[in-house]
């Protein structure tokens, strides 16, 4: 199976919501006893089961719109709020960098049409809603993942527990290595169960920067994948002591007599800086090395990934082939790489 190059993403990994008239009905400055709008508070609950994380793109004064939040039972639902009198395409700019998802990928509530225009005409990416159309968002194609896994329905923990990492990350003096070594982490490398494909699926849809060719598969392929002696088709997943990050990478290696394809690689953004690319291509670098065969490696260019084709030549893979953005790496097994010492691996017995 050759696999499908994936097609621009529709998916909503993000809803940002305005706060005054959107999720209540009031304006906070002029009543503070403003009242939740029902519909928005269901829509809320219902994304956050989804695993769409959401965020707050609000004119208004920060320490009573966090302050009313709270008291409303509300505040914890939202990721990096921009509470703030910059113009709204600015906070949508700040939130996507913050939490590291293409601008593509988010969706914006508002009732007031001038503040959407604003957004659109700054981001035409981002997909603007009436919130005079609340209640049907929900029912939205774009807000309705096709499978709801266990790792989709504690998204929003996990990135608040990543949101702990950073605040002592920055308050960190020493060097990089020495501050991953303080978390513990311990990564899983195993065969894909059935239990996992969902998640798999799901990792080829939704991640596009640390993913080497872009290619997309369906459950059903995967199954087929996980029990062909053909392929290999490996999950990672990664703890620390401040918590989970889920399943977190995936590999997918089709076995050609003597030699080793990695037909994808892909890890999840959150892992960006942890070591964990190297880490899984030097696992891929021990079984061919036991196995003797060759190990070679699939790459496609895009505009969002280049830190993998990096990553791929910090591990002694060379180009062999390049036909446009498709390019053919081999890789020099007999250059021996240690895993680092921050990161306890744990693996299937093979």
């Known amino acids: 199976m050759a ?10 990994k993000c809803l940002v919501w305005d706060l005054d008239n959107t999720l209540w009905r009031g304006t906070l400055l002029e009543d503070k006893e403003v009242m939740l709008i029902p519909e928005a508070v269901e829509l809320i609950k ?3 089961d989804r695993g769409i994380l959401q965020s707050i793109a609000s004119k208004n004064d920060h320490p009573l719109a966090e302050k009313k939040l709270r008291e409303l039972g509300l505040f914890d639902y939202f990721l990096y709020p921009q509470i703030n009198w910059d113009a709204k395409s600015q906070s949508i700019q700040k939130i996507a960098t913050l939490i590291n998802i293409g601008i593509d990928t988010l969706a914006f509530i508002d009732d007031q049409a001038f503040e959407r225009e604003e957004v659109s005409f700054s981001h035409p990416q981002v997909l603007t809603i009436d919130a005079a159309l609340v209640a049907q968002v929900a029912e939205l194609a774009v807000m309705r993942p096709q499978f709801i896994t266990e790792d989709s329905r504690r998204r929003r923990e996990m990135y608040q527990s990543d949101l702990r990492r950073k605040e002592v990350e920055e308050g960190f003096s020493g060097p990089q290595d020495a501050f991953l070594e303080t978390l ?15 998640r798999a699926e799901e990792l080829t849809q939704r991640t596009n920067q ?3 060719t872009a290619y997309t598969y369906d459950y059903d392929e995967l199954a087929v994948f996980s029990t062909s002696s053909d392929y290999l088709l490996l999950v990672a997943g990664l703890d620390d002591k401040y918590g989970t990050y889920g399943k977190i990478g995936l590999v997918l290696v089709e076995k050609r007599g003597q030699t080793w394809l990695i037909k994808l690689l892909l890890m999840s953004c959150r892992v960006m800086s942890r070591g964990v690319g190297t880490v ?9 090395r036991a196995a003797g065969v060759a190990l070679e490696a699939e790459f496609v260019q895009n505009d969002r990934n280049r830190m993998m084709y990096m990553t791929y030549k910090f591990n002694h893979f060379r180009e062999k082939e390049k036909r446009d953005n498709w390019i053919l790496l081999e890789n020099d097994l007999s250059r021996v790489q240690v895993y680092p010492p921050y990161m306890k691996l744990i693996t299937d017995e093979m």
Not at 184 to 198: N, R
Not at 280 to 288: K, Q, V
């Open 3 to 12: 696999g499908k190059q994936k097609e621009k993403d529709h998916k909503v």
């Open 46 to 48: 219902t994304l956050d």
């Open 184 to 198: 513990g982490m311990v990564l899983t490398i195993s065969q894909a169960k059935q239990d996992d494909l969902k």
């Open 210 to 212: 640390l993913n080497t």
């Open 280 to 288: 899984m291509i030097n696992y891929l670098r021990n079984m061919a």
